[in-house]
């Protein structure tokens, strides 16, 4: 692509240099070029650690210069679902509202700044795996840097096949004599590469409790085959093409509950506490440090929690509020279960309270009567844009619930149940989140009673007890939307969320501002999907201009 290609070794290089204090912390070196880079073990792994540098990037200039905005992960899993309200005012970031409702265009800057990120990340992994093979030095410290590599590959290839669908396959550097010469695999093309990868990654990955202390965050076997289950998971419902089955789905989330490497944090509100991060709940989660800037390439924090912080209070920009649906889900059959103080807070829960104090609140600067908690922080960083809180890309509990539905599929419904009871008795446990008490900064307020009963169904209402654990559990952690595309639920979803609970006379009224009040947004978002298996409806991003313009490339539906 125009933008990808425009990503030379040289400047690549200057980038790898940029380390993390959460691991490996190596001082650059100098005389190196692009030739040589590779003949020093501590190179190899300086290249990997440039890998997870871009895991980093949420914002900034990357190695050829060119500016990449926001783009977070729950633009697009919670925003684009019936979890989160935009948030902040309705004027505020207003190209968002293009993206919800779907009717942006290939040349806003979302459609570009997922794919600029996605290739960034594709074009260092291609550099190292150029490289690594061919190395002299240490073999098992090759082999796993190898496999680093190849999950992160993986990792940006299905970054960019949820948001665009089949995208051009490089495994290679691109040379300048390929440049315009590389068109769109199918969308079973990319799945085969990115599981082709992962299947290195488990090869060659470590599991968990073989990683030295100051490694802390770097890709584990464990991590490679959760993130596969996901991929086929999602495959499963997105691709027409699609040979996976249910069964590889529960071997390999077996896999990771055999290998004795993860539990559930006994406590669910201690989750969402930075002291907390890389917990034995933990399975992958992108690392942030404190540095010196909050501008790329040097930052080594996040701007995530900064946009969704309380602008009334200058905590943040107000953005991912959780909707009157995801709250009253809380409410259906359940009653206080102490998950939803993870989830919400404001001046309508709680009576305000966070982290032990009362605080203010704007409605006009916020989406819902919400903000969410497990985006909030105890005190505001000193870079506010660059804290160093981590970002929890998959979670134990999250293998547990991908194990249940795949057990479910294959037949084994004690134990799907066994998987999901889990999930529950753990919840029914814990505590509410941090600071619920009113001049107390602990975790000693809990629940007097909780009905969060076991679930003992059968059948299609199983499944359907699966998903709403998987919402009630993984709400706000921008797997909303993920779920409703591959289950086929999400356009019907969307709009009963609009024209009946959003309706006159409907749940909510017509005092909320929503983008579920947009008109035709089943309509809108039907146009620019393309028909996986069932008929369930994929939707897509628009391909940046810029690069269906360079490659003639085939544009995605509706755009």
Not at 52 to 58: E, F, K
């Amino acid at each position: 692509m125009k933008k990808i290609t425009n990503l030379i070794i040289a400047a690549a290089l200057l980038m790898m240099l940029v380390s993390c204090d959460k691991f490996l912390d190596i001082d650059p070196q100098g005389a190196e070029n692009s030739g040589n880079f590779f003949d020093t073990k501590e190179n190899g792994q300086r290249a990997i650690i440039g890998l997870y540098d871009m895991l980093q990037l949420d914002e900034g200039a990357g190695p050829d210069g060119q500016w990449m905005g926001h783009h977070h992960d729950f633009f697009m899993g919670d925003l684009r679902s019936d979890d989160a309200e935009k948030g902040s005012n309705d004027g505020d970031y207003g190209t968002m509202w293009e993206m919800i409702d779907f009717t942006m265009t290939s040349q806003i800057g979302f459609s570009s700044d997922f794919w600029i990120h996605g290739y960034w990340g594709v074009s260092r992994a291609n550099y190292a795996l150029d490289n690594l093979p061919s190395v002299t030095w240490d073999p098992a410290v090759r082999d796993r840097l190898i496999g680093e590599a190849s999950f992160i590959r993986a990792y940006f290839y299905w970054y960019l096949v949820r948001m665009y669908g089949g995208v051009p396959l490089f495994t290679t550097s691109v040379s300048p004599s390929e440049f315009g010469n590389a068109q769109r695999a199918s969308l079973n093309e990319c799945y085969t590469q990115i599981a082709k990868d992962l299947t290195t990654a488990i090869e060659f990955l470590p599991e968990k409790s073989s990683i030295p202390l100051a490694e802390t965050g770097r890709a584990t076997k464990g991590a490679a085959r959760s993130l596969l289950a996901r991929i086929y998971m999602y495959q499963i419902g997105t691709d027409v093409q699609n040979t996976v089955t249910w069964q590889e789905v529960y071997d390999l989330t077996n896999a990771v509950i055999t290998s004795g490497e993860y539990s559930l944090m006994a406590n669910y509100a201690k989750l969402w506490e930075t002291e907390n991060e890389n917990s034995e709940e933990s399975v992958f989660e992108v690392q942030f440090g404190i540095g010196a800037s909050d501008q790329a390439p040097a930052s080594i924090g996040t701007n995530c929690y900064n946009f969704q912080g309380n602008r009334k209070d200058d905590s943040g920009w107000g953005f991912n509020n959780p909707t009157p649906d995801l709250y009253e889900a809380y409410n259906v059959e359940v009653t206080n279960d102490p998950r939803q103080s993870c989830v919400f807070y404001g001046e309508k829960y709680n009576n305000g309270i966070l982290y032990g104090v009362k605080k203010k609140y704007d409605r006009n600067e916020q989406g819902s009567d919400w903000l969410n908690r497990k985006a909030a922080l105890p005190e505001k960083p000193a870079l506010a844009k660059a804290c160093d809180r981590n970002i929890k890309i998959i979670r134990y509990a999250d293998v547990l619930l991908m194990h249940a539905e795949a057990a479910y599929h294959t037949g084994n419904t004690g134990e799907a149940l066994d998987k999901v009871n889990m999930i529950r008795a753990r919840a029914r446990n814990s505590t509410y989140c941090m600071g619920y008490a009113e001049g107390k900064m602990d975790y000693s307020a809990a629940p007097a009673s909780v009905n969060l009963p076991d679930i003992n169904s059968s059948g299609e209402q199983l499944l359907q007890d699966i998903w709403k654990e998987r919402r009630l559990e993984l709400a706000m952690e921008a797997l909303r939307f993920y779920d409703l595309v591959r289950t086929g639920r999400y356009f019907d979803v969307m709009d009963m969320e609009k024209n009946q609970r959003r309706a006159p006379g409907g749940s909510y009224g017509l005092g909320d501002k929503a983008y579920k009040q947009f008109p035709d947004l089943k309509s809108n978002g039907i146009a620019k999907s393309i028909v996986g298996p069932e008929g369930h409806m994929v939707p897509l991003m628009p391909i940046p201009q810029t690069e269906v313009q360079a490659w003639g490339l085939e544009q995605n539906p509706g755009y």
